[in-house]
Every structure is written in structure tokens, then in C-alpha cells.
């Protein structure tokens, strides 16, 4: 980086201190779910923020946060933004340095270049980790994108049981006007985010231009045997769910394997029914997450698990229970935002990589209303989810730089 950025990384950072009190968890955590009393001054703090930006502010029916800076033309906003809420803890970075950037750019363009032709809006989005609700699914952008379904507001519960409408009820939000948050004049949704992976730390490069977000399912895989004596019974004499599960979990960790970059797949959860020491259990219950940014290769992903999973259980004798608990499409970004991306950081004279996304994120649910990008700014060692995950003042300043380059581009010059 030879020119001198637009952003400061001091200012930057100063904001990123600054949220991270709402909610601070140990040193460096943030611990902040969604319509807590941290989320709600964090969200204040916000507002504080957009209205001294010029920004003028509003709040949606689901709790986000929106400021808008009006533009002559009046329609085709252009939205940039993040969530506000953190893992249980995280850190500091994840979601709110996406806000920050939207903020700081749309600062720095209306100060620099007055008012755009189209309206620029920064969103502080709520509940994108699930991290008290954990079927709500992206809720504040599902809201957004009409995605919520009426039933939704008493099926989603936080891990105590309560229903998400009476938890909003509590922070003063109407759960009977979610529908009020769908928007229909969003043209496009740029957002800024850490990487959450080791590719730019590798390349030694500040910023990244997202190709694409990967299409993800869960799978909640039920296998049933028959509960023994553990000491008692032979072992050619038992039905045990345990062995299926063991040999389906190191064969679709291995089709991710021979698949090859960027084929994941994961198993998070696992529980034994009943669960004693000494009795071979009767039930096993886990989750499958598979993802792949390709459709070609995800299905074929898909299939292998499948097809692995239903010999197994087959041969075993076990009664197998295959659920699909979340199916999420790719969302590759829009090309012609791709295209402004890269122009934009080659004028900033800022090398930055092209990379998919293996994480989800509200950019996935907003690609069903309009047009996406994303930018991804380097973690530290590739840490995420956690108090320990960093990203250095200067790379979030070069990749705020490329965003308000490319809001630029889409909300003056367009
Ligand atoms: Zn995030």
C-alpha cells in the first residue's frame, strides 16, 4: 500500500474498542445475544453514532438498526452493513467491524462528496449467530427479506424455552409487525467482514474480494439399535447405533477429505440415548454439516453423505431418521459489484486475493432481494468466534477504503 488510505485505522479502532464495551466479556470477549441490555445500548450507541454521521436513524420492527443519507434520485438504495450480536462470548470483530466500516465510509463519502444520488443506508443487523435463538436463522435479515414466517415468533426459542415474541415484546418491539421490516427497494447490499480463515494471513494480503457465499445443509442423522448390557451382551449379538454413528462420522468427514478444498463438512453435536457408561446405547442422535460453493460439487457432496449414511445404517440393522434441519443456496455475489470491488482497490492501489465465503452470512439471506457483495479484511491466524480473534487496525482501514470506493461507485456515479 503505497497511497495514503481515506480511512484512519485509529479511528477505526477507537470505534471497535468502543462497542466492544457493550457487553465485554474478559479482556478481549464480547458477550452481546440479541435484545439483551448490552444488545440495546450497543444498538443506542449506534444511533448516537449514525445521527452525529448525519445519518438520519430508525429502528425496523424486528431491532435493526438502520441510517439512512439521502439520496436526489430517492430509490435504488445502495446498503451497507453488519449484526451487532456475538457468539457466547466472541470477540470484538465479528459482525461489528462490519457495521463500523458502513458507518466510517458513509461518513467519509457524504463528508467528502455531499450528498449521493442514491440512498446510502448502514444497517446494524440483530441475531445473525443464532447464539440465543438457535433455529432463528439470520433473523434480522430474514425479517428484511420477508423470510419470517408468522409461526416463526412463537417456534423460535432461546435455550431457556422463551418465545421470541415475548423476548421482544420485552425490549419494546411489536412482534406483530415483523412484516414491517421487509424492504423492496434495496438494489444492492455490500458487507464488510473478517475473514474468519487463514487465506489472506497466508498471502499476506489486508483484503478480500468474495466470490460467493457457500451453499450449506444440516443433516440431523437418528440412529436406532437396541439398548444392552454392556459386559453382558456379545458383541455379534448387539444393534448399536454407536458403531453406525462412528463409522458414518469418519466417512463423511472423509468424503469432505477426498473431495478436496473448499468441501467442509462437520459434526458439532452428538448425543447417546440413554446415555449410561455401562449400556450399549439405544439411540444416537448428531448433526451433519456439509458445505461447498459449487452447486456441481455440493450435490455431489450431498449424495455421498447421503448414500454413506443409508448403507451404513442399512447394514447395521439400525432404523435410520435422516433430517434436513437447514438448506441454504449459495449466494454468489452479483459480478458487476465483484467488478467495482477490484477497480476500487486497484485505484487504492491495495492487492487484495478473490476468495469464497465457507461462512454464512446476512449477505446470503439479502441475495434473494437484491444485488450482494462482500469484503473480507484478514483475522489473525485465522481465529474467529472468539474473544482471541483480531484484525489489525490498518487491514480494516484498506478494506473500508474499498468498500466506500465501491459505494461510492454504486450510489454517485450509477
Ligand atoms: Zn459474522
Same mark, same amino acid.
Given at each position: 500500500m503505497t497511497r495514503a488510505l481515506p480511512i484512519d485505522p485509529a479511528e477505526v479502532a477507537w470505534h471497535v474498542e468502543r462497542l466492544a464495551h457493550f457487553g465485554a466479556h474478559g479482556a478481549t470477549g464480547v458477550w452481546r445475544t440479541v435484545y439483551s441490555p448490552e444488545w440495546t445500548a450497543a444498538q443506542q450507541q449506534l444511533a448516537e453514532w449514525f445521527q452525529a454521521a448525519g445519518l438520519s436513524v430508525r429502528q425496523d420492527a424486528v431491532g435493526n438498526l438502520w441510517g439512512r443519507l439521502e439520496g436526489s434520485a430517492g430509490c435504488g438504495v445502495i446498503a451497507t452493513g453488519s449484526h451487532v450480536d456475538s457468539q457466547r462470548p466472541g470477540g470484538q470483530y465479528d459482525g461489528a467491524l462490519g457495521i463500523i466500516a458502513g458507518l466510517l465510509a458513509v461518513k467519509h463519502l457524504r463528508q467528502t462528496y455531499g450528498s449521493p444520488r442514491r440512498p446510502l443506508e448502514v444497517v446494524s443487523l440483530c441475531e445473525e449467530e443464532s447464539s440465543r435463538f438457535p433455529t432463528a436463522a439470520y433473523w434480522g435479515s430474514r425479517a428484511i427479506t420477508g423470510q419470517v414466517r408468522p409461526a416463526d415468533l412463537t417456534e423460535v426459542r432461546d435455550f431457556d424455552g422463551v418465545p421470541i415474541a415475548d423476548v421482544m415484546r420485552g425490549v419494546g418491539l411489536d412482534p406483530d409487525r415483523v412484516a414491517e421490516a421487509v424492504r423492496h427497494d434495496l438494489d444492492a447490499f455490500i458487507e464488510l467482514h473478517i475473514e474468519q480463515g487463514p487465506f489472506l494471513e497466508d498471502a499476506n494480503l489486508p483484503v478480500a474480494i468474495v466470490s460467493g457465499i457457500t451453499g450449506m445443509r444440516h443433516y440431523l442423522v437418528t440412529l436406532t439399535g437396541r439398548a444392552d448390557h454392556a459386559g453382558a451382551v456379545p458383541m455379534d449379538r448387539r444393534l448399536d447405533p454407536m458403531a453406525g454413528a462412528a463409522e458414518i462420522i469418519s466417512g463423511v468427514i472423509g468424503n469432505a477429505f477426498r473431495l478436496g478444498r473448499p468441501a467442509v463438512t462437520t459434526v458439532g453435536q452428538i448425543r447417546a440415548e440413554p446415555g449410561g457408561r455401562a449400556i450399549v446405547p439405544d439411540r444416537v442422535i448428531f448433526t451433519v454439516d456439509a458445505r461447498h460453493p459449487v452447486p456441481e460439487q455440493r450435490a455431489e457432496l450431498y449424495r455421498q453423505h447421503e448414500s454413506l449414511i443409508r448403507e451404513v445404517a442399512a447394514r447395521r440393522g439400525l432404523r435410520l431418521t435422516l433430517e434436513i434441519m437447514l438448506d441454504i443456496d449459495p449466494a454468489p455475489s452479483d459480478p458487476a459489484i465483484m467488478a467495482l470491488h477490484? %477497480? #476500487?482497490?486497484?485505484?487504492?492501489? &491495495?492487492?487484495?486475493?478473490?476468495?469464497? /465465503?465457507?461462512?454464512?452470512?446476512? /449477505? +446470503?439471506? *439479502?441475495? @434473494? &432481494?437484491?444485488? @450482494?457483495? *462482500?469484503?473480507?479484511? +484478514? /483475522?489473525?491466524?485465522?481465529? #474467529?468466534? @472468539?474473544?482471541? $480473534?483480531? @484484525?489489525?487496525? $490498518?487491514?480494516?482501514? %484498506?478494506?473500508?477504503?474499498?468498500?466506500a470506493a465501491t459505494l461510492h461507485g454504486l450510489a454517485y456515479d450509477e
Open positions: 477490484e %477497480a #476500487s482497490a486497484r485505484g487504492l492501489e &491495495i492487492p487484495c486475493l478473490v476468495l469464497p /465465503s465457507g461462512a454464512g452470512h446476512d /449477505s +446470503q439471506r *439479502m441475495a @434473494t &432481494i437484491c444485488r @450482494t457483495g *462482500m469484503l473480507f479484511v +484478514q /483475522s489473525r491466524d485465522g481465529r #474467529s468466534h @472468539t474473544p482471541d $480473534e483480531y @484484525t489489525a487496525p $490498518e487491514h480494516a482501514a %484498506a478494506g473500508i477504503a474499498v468498500l
